[in-house]
């Protein structure tokens, strides 16, 4: 039986995240999902394809998206949560807004993942902290709108390890225990291409704060800038090549759009680096 960490997941090998955007303008897919049908049949061929868990979010926190009110949000992924959480998916929810976040753990959710890092709604540490929920905190600056705005930074690396800290801080002031806490350095969040790929090559920093890292450089558009692929979908390969450096730097969840692909590639990197030559069994 697998040894279980974080959100009571497994601790002995990297982690499979779907994207599930029940949204009309998510950057890459928006509009795919926005039928809860749709979204429900994505979210099982998901599971199919060896996902460990999915991230449903109801508000595009793509840079210049406009704010949805907590009721539209929840109106839009609840009955999602409900049917997959039915089916046995482990379901985080995707929301910066407390009103959004207890209607989504009362529908099954297990997980929120809040790209403010619990800075945008007063009200959202403290339940989660009376819930005692698993949490994502993800780095940004600004708000969806505005995030572009605020991509300067005098070093980069120190600066986004403190404002980490000073979030994983809130957390636990907030009463929030340190094992329900993961962390995300918000890849594309206030940070230009060129921040990104210094970001992804001095993750080791983050991952020395001593929590689960989770990884969202699914088709972002820092891999086109430097690798190809004018269009989100034609950024597979980037994405894969990136999502994989993560985990050899010591990231834990790959956020991505591509399960299959990344069900597949994950799994072999971990059957590389993780046994000794000789063993293998099957030719």
């Known amino acids: 039986m697998a040894d279980l960490g974080w959100a009571a997941l497994p601790a002995d090998r990297p982690l499979v995240m779907g994207?599930?955007?029940v949204t009309p303008d998510s950057f890459s897919d928006g509009?795919?999902?926005a039928d809860p049908a749709a979204a429900i049949a994505a979210g099982r061929a998901m599971l199919a394809a060896g996902a460990d868990l999915i991230d449903i979010g109801g508000e595009s926190t793509r840079p210049g998206a406009e704010p949805v009110a907590p009721a539209d949000e929840t109106a839009?992924?609840?009955p999602v949560i409900s049917a997959l959480a039915a089916a046995g998916a482990v379901?985080?929810?995707d929301t910066r807004n407390a009103a959004t976040m207890a209607a989504a753990l009362d529908a099954g959710a297990r997980i929120i993942n809040d790209v403010s890092g619990l800075r945008h709604d007063p009200a959202a540490a403290a339940l989660l902290a009376a819930r005692r929920c698993p949490v994502i905190l993800m780095h940004s600056r600004g708000t969806p709108k505005?995030?572009?705005a605020h991509a300067h930074y005098d070093d980069l690396l120190a600066e986004i390890v403190a404002e980490l800290i000073d979030l994983r801080n809130r957390a636990l002031t907030a009463g929030i225990a340190a094992a329900h806490i993961a962390l995300d350095p918000g890849f594309g969040l206030a940070k230009t291409g060129g921040q990104n790929i210094r970001l992804l090559q001095g993750l080791a920093r983050i991952v020395a704060l001593g929590h689960p890292v989770l990884i969202?450089?699914?088709r972002k558009q820092?891999?086109?800038?430097?690798?190809g692929g004018a269009q989100p979908r034609d950024r597979l390969p980037g994405s894969l090549a990136a999502g994989l450096f993560a985990l050899g730097q010591g990231a834990r969840i790959l956020r991505v759009h591509d399960v299959p692909a990344t069900v597949q590639a994950v799994r072999l990197w971990h059957e590389l680096t993780n046994h000794q030559p000789g063993c293998a069994e099957t030719p």
């Open 91 to 93: 379901i985080a929810a």
């Open 31 to 33: 509009g795919a999902h």
């Open 76 to 78: 839009r992924i609840q």
């Open 216 to 218: 969202g450089v699914s």
């Open 146 to 148: 505005t995030m572009s």
């Open 19 to 21: 994207i599930l955007n």
């Open 222 to 227: 820092f891999i086109g800038q430097f690798a």
